[in-house]
C-alpha cells in the first residue's frame, strides 16, 4: 500500500514540476521600444516579475498560462502565454489616455510622438484641467508654467495670455491648427469653448512664424477639440460656485450615413452683482454668454481625412457702478461698460485625391461688436479668411513640407484711427525640412516669405535640432527662429477704450521683428516601484527690434503708442517636473524666471504688469481604489511693476507677491459619474481696493487738466489722478466653494 501511495506522490510532484514554465520576452510600446520597469503577474497566484529598463523580463509561469502587464501610462494588458509560441514573446501596451498627449501636430504640422518632435511642445489633457475646472480655457490656463491669464481692465473683466512675460498679442490662439482667435478677437475668443470637447492643448513658447505667420511671436496655443470617431456619445459639465456663476458644458455625438458629428454646447451665466472691496464697482463682470460647436468627420474609400467644424459665440457682458442699468448704456450719469459680442468661425482639412500627401486647410470667421465703456462707443466689425495648401513627402531620412497660405482680413471701427475700411492681403509660402541624421540626432530648417500689402516683403527663418540618448532619457533641442507681428492697437490694448483716455501715435506704426533662441532639456528616469519622473528645464532670450508700447505714464489722460527707439528683451529660465505613480498619484511643479525689459536711450525699463518670477503646482491623490481623488493646485507670482498715473499717485508701485491656491476632491461611481467639489481662491487673495482710482468720480467731473490735457493737482484731487481701471493683475473675486457634477456615456 506504502508503494502505491509513494508512486501517486511522485506522479503528483512530477506534473507539478512539469507544469512549471519560463516565459521570457519584452514588453514594448506602440513604438516598439521597451517599457521600463513594467510589472508582469500571474493570473492567479499574483506574483510575478518587474521588466528590466530595456523592458525585458523572465518569469517562471506555474499552470496559469494569463499574464496581467501594466505600466504606469499604458492600459492594462492580459496577455496568454499559451496562445504563443516557443521562445521569446513580445508583448504590446496601448497608452492610456493620459499619455496619448505624446501625440503633437503643432510644432511640425504633422502628428508626431512629443519625444520624437525636433520643437518643444507642452502638452496638457483635458484631464490635466479638471483638476482645476473653471468656466473657460483663458482661466484653465492659470496652472501652465510660464503661461499666465491677464486681466486688462477692472471693470469688464477681459484679459489675454501671457507666455513667458510677454503680453497678449504676442501669442496666437488656433482651434485645431487653423488661426481662429486673433485681432479683434483676441480679448474674448479664449471664452466660450467647449471645455468637454478639448481634447488637449499644445503650447509652444517662442516664434512660431515660420509656420504660422504673423502673430506667432512670442509663442502660441494650439486647442485640439476631440475627433467625432473617439467621442463620448453623451457628455455634461455642470459648475457652479457660491458667487451665483452657473457654467453647463454639453456633447453629443451621433453617426450620419459615412458621417460622424460631434456637437457641443457651452453656457455660462452670471447675474450677481456684488462689491466686497467696497470701491462702489461689480468685482466680477456680469456675464450672459452662449457657445455652439460642431464637427464633422467624414469616412472615405481613400481613407484621406475630410473634416470641418463651426462655433458661434455670443456674450452680453457688463461691469461698472453697483447702480448701473441698461437706461444708463453710453450715458455719462452712472458708468458701466456694456459689451455685446458676436462671433461664428467655421474651419477644416481636406486631403486631396491623389496618391501624394497633399492637404487643404481653411478657416473663416467674422467677429461684430459693440462696446461702450462709459460714454466712449466702440462699434468695430472683422472677417477673417485663410486658406492654406501644403505637400509633405518623405525621403532618404528627409520630412519635407511645402506650403503656400493666403489671409484676407477686413476690419473696421468707429475710432479716429480708423477712417475708412482696413483691407489686409497676406500671401506666403513656406518650407521645412525635418532631416533624421539617425535615430539620436534630427535636424529641422524652414523658411516662410510673406507679403503684406502695406509693409512689404517679410522672411521668417528657423533652425531646430534635437539630440536623444540611445535609450530616449534624455533629450536636448535647440531652437532659433524669427517672429513677425503687424499691431492692431485697437482691437489688441482694451486701455485704448477703457477708462476715457485718449489715444496717440508718436508715428507711423511698423512692424514688429524678433529673434529668438532656446534650449531645452528634459530628463525622464523609470523607478522599480513603478514611478516616472519627468524633468523639463529651458532657457530662452528674445530681442526685439520696432517693438510697439502702450505709454501710460507721460500722460494720465492719454497713452501714446510709438515703435521703440531701441531694444526690448525677453529672457529667462523655466524649470518643471511631474512625477506620475503607479497607484495613480501625480505631482506637477514649475518655476519660472524671466527678465523683460526695454532701452531707449540708455534708459533700461521693466516692462510693466510683468512678473519676475512664478510657479504652479497640481498634485493629486487618489483615494478608496482610485474612487475619490483629492487635488491640490495654484500658482505663484513675484512682484509686478504697476501702471501710475503720476509722479503724485501714492498707490504702491508693484503688486508685491501673491497667490491664488484651489483644493478640489472628485468622486467617481461605478458609472462613470463624478461630483466634484471644493474651495477656489483658499487664501482669499485680492488686489487692493484702489485698483480703480478714483472710482467715486468715473467720469472725471471732478478733475481740472491742464494745457496738455494732463490732470493737476487740487485740493479736491491732490495726487492729480482721473478715472482710469489699468491697474489691474489679478481678479477680485475671493474664496468661494464650488461643486460640479459630470458625467460621459461612451
Not at 504660422?212 to 459648475?239: C, M, R
Not at 527678465?595 to 498634485?619: A, C, N, P
Request: glycine share 10%.
Amino acid at each position: 500500500m506504502m508503494r502505491y501511495l509513494l508512486l501517486l506522490l511522485a506522479l503528483f510532484l512530477g506534473t507539478g514540476v512539469s507544469a512549471q514554465t519560463t516565459v521570457s520576452g519584452t514588453v514594448m510600446d506602440i513604438d516598439g521600444m521597451g517599457v521600463p520597469y513594467a510589472t508582469i503577474l500571474t493570473g492567479q497566484t499574483s506574483s510575478g516579475t518587474v521588466a528590466e529598463l530595456d523592458g525585458t523580463f523572465s518569469l517562471t509561469v506555474a499552470g496559469d498560462k494569463q499574464l496581467k502587464v501594466s505600466a504606469v501610462g499604458y492600459v492594462t494588458t492580459d496577455f496568454d502565454v499559451s496562445s504563443t509560441p516557443t521562445g521569446p514573446v513580445a508583448i504590446t501596451l496601448q497608452p492610456s489616455a493620459a499619455t496619448l498627449q505624446d501625440i503633437v501636430v503643432t510644432g511640425t504640422l504633422r502628428p508626431a510622438s512629443r519625444s520624437a518632435s525636433p520643437v518643444p511642445v507642452e502638452v496638457f489633457t483635458a484631464e490635466y484641467f479638471k483638476a482645476n475646472p473653471t468656466p473657460s480655457i483663458f482661466e484653465s490656463l492659470q496652472t501652465v508654467n510660464g503661461v499666465r491669464p491677464q486681466l486688462n481692465c477692472s471693470v469688464c473683466n477681459t484679459g489675454d495670455i501671457h507666455i513667458n512675460g510677454l503680453e497678449g498679442p504676442y501669442t496666437m490662439v488656433l482651434i485645431d491648427g487653423m488661426p481662429i482667435v486673433s485681432g479683434l478677437s483676441t480679448v474674448y475668443g479664449l471664452t466660450g469653448i467647449p471645455q468637454s470637447l478639448i481634447e488637449r492643448v499644445e503650447i509652444v513658447k517662442g516664434p512660431a512664424s515660420t509656420l504660422y505667420g504673423s502673430e506667432a511671436v512670442g509663442g502660441l496655443i494650439n486647442i485640439i477639440t476631440k475627433s467625432p470617431d473617439n467621442a463620448p456619445k453623451f457628455s455634461a459639465d455642470i459648475l457652479t460656485s457660491a458667487w451665483g456663476e452657473v457654467n453647463t458644458d454639453l456633447g453629443f455625438k451621433a453617426n450620419v450615413g459615412n458621417a460622424s458629428t460631434l456637437l457641443g454646447v457651452s453656457y455660462f451665466n452670471y447675474q450677481n452683482p456684488i462689491d466686497k472691496n467696497g470701491d462702489g464697482f461689480t468685482d466680477l463682470t456680469l456675464q450672459d454668454r452662449i457657445s455652439v460647436f460642431n464637427k464633422w468627420s467624414f469616412a472615405r474609400a481613400s481613407g484621406k481625412a475630410f473634416n470641418v467644424a463651426a462655433r458661434y459665440l455670443y456674450e452680453d457682458r457688463w461691469g461698472g457702478e453697483m447702480d448701473w442699468t441698461r437706461a444708463d448704456r453710453g450715458g455719462n450719469n452712472v458708468y458701466g461698460e456694456s459689451i455685446y459680442t458676436n462671433r461664428w468661425e467655421t474651419f477644416g482639412t481636406y486631403e486631396l485625391p491623389v496618391p501624394q500627401n497633399i492637404t487643404f486647410q481653411f478657416s473663416a470667421n467674422g467677429h461684430y461688436q459693440n462696446s461702450v465703456y462709459g460714454e466712449t462707443v466702440y462699434d468695430a466689425t472683422q472677417y477673417v479668411g485663410f486658406g492654406q495648401l501644403t505637400y509633405r513627402e518623405e525621403f532618404g531620412g528627409h520630412n519635407l513640407l511645402v506650403g503656400a497660405s493666403y489671409r484676407h482680413t477686413r476690419y473696421d471701427d468707429n475710432t479716429p484711427a480708423t477712417p475708412t475700411l482696413s483691407k489686409i492681403s497676406l500671401p506666403g509660402v513656406f518650407v521645412q525640412d525635418e532631416l533624421r541624421i539617425n535615430e539620436q540626432h534630427t535636424l529641422l530648417g524652414g523658411i516662410r516669405y510673406d507679403h503684406d500689402n502695406r509693409h512689404g516683403n517679410i522672411f521668417t527663418p528657423r533652425l531646430n535640432y534635437k539630440w536623444s540618448s540611445k535609450n530616449l532619457q534624455n533629450t536636448v533641442r535647440l531652437s532659433v527662429g524669427n517672429g513677425y507681428r503687424v499691431a492692431n492697437v485697437f482691437t489688441e490694448d482694451h486701455a485704448a477704450l477703457t477708462g476715457a483716455r485718449d489715444v496717440v501715435f508718436a508715428d507711423e506704426l511698423l512692424p514688429e521683428r524678433s529673434w529668438n533662441a532656446n534650449v531645452n532639456y528634459v530628463k525622464k528616469h523609470f523607478a522599480r516601484n513603478g514611478a516616472v519622473w519627468t524633468f523639463d528645464a529651458s532657457t530662452w532670450y528674445t530681442h526685439f527690434s520696432n517693438r510697439i508700447l502702450p505709454d501710460y505714464e507721460t500722460n494720465s489722460n492719454q497713452i501714446i503708442y510709438a515703435n521703440l527707439n531701441g531694444r526690448a528683451v525677453s529672457q529667462g529660465v523655466s524649470l518643471s517636473t511631474d512625477v506620475s505613480f503607479r497607484g495613480g498619484a501625480t505631482v506637477n511643479v514649475g518655476v519660472n524666471a524671466q527678465d523683460v525689459f526695454t532701452v531707449e536711450e540708455g534708459v533700461r525699463e521693466r516692462q510693466l504688469l510683468t512678473e519676475t518670477y512664478s510657479g504652479v503646482w497640481r498634485i493629486g491623490v487618489p483615494w478608496l481604489r482610485r474612487q475619490v481623488r483629492f487635488d491640490y493646485t495654484g500658482n505663484v507670482y513675484g512682484p509686478l511693476d504697476l501702471p501710475l498715473l503720476g509722479p503724485l499717485d501714492d498707490r504702491d508701485t508693484d503688486s508685491g507677491w501673491f497667490s491664488t491656491q484651489n483644493i478640489q476632491i472628485t468622486k467617481t461611481f461605478a458609472n462613470g459619474m463624478e461630483v466634484y467639489g471644493g474651495v477656489k481662491n483658499l487664501l482669499n487673495y485680492t488686489p487692493p481696493a484702489n485698483s480703480i482710482a478714483r472710482s467715486f468720480d468715473p467720469f472725471d467731473e471732478r478733475v481740472e487738466f491742464g494745457p496738455d490735457g494732463s490732470a493737476l493737482s487740487t485740493p479736491g484731487n491732490p495726487n492729480g489722478l482721473t478715472f482710469d481701471p489699468s491697474y489691474v493683475y489679478a481678479s477680485n473675486q475671493g474664496r468661494r466653494l464650488f461643486l460640479g457634477w459630470r458625467w460621459a456615456l461612451q
